[in-house]
């Protein structure tokens, strides 16, 4: 297993510029709520990344899998502008 501090900079390196830059064009088109982007980003990287861990230690991942996919969608769907 990589050392905890390896992870967060390949986390940081690769996968966080993607979502800020989805959150960036969510909030500059009005498909969700202004809302400050890096810890909006964070977040939801953060949660994303726990459904991923829940489904790998899960003893049924297919069932995790599904349920933790349900479970973003309603995260997402939250953030959508009426």
Not at 58 to 80: H, I, M, W, Y
Request: proline fraction near 6%.
């Amino acid at each position: 297993m990589l050392p905890a501090e390896v992870c967060q900079d390949i986390t940081d390196r690769y996968t966080l510029g993607l979502v800020r830059t989805a959150v960036e064009a969510a909030v500059l088109n009005g498909r969700i709520d202004n809302a400050p982007v890096e810890p909006l980003t964070r977040m939801l990287l953060a949660g994303v990344m726990a459904a991923a861990q829940y489904v790998a230690t899960s003893p049924d991942p297919g069932s995790a899998r599904a349920e933790a996919g349900r479970t973003v969608d309603l995260l997402l769907d939250s953030l959508k502008r009426a």
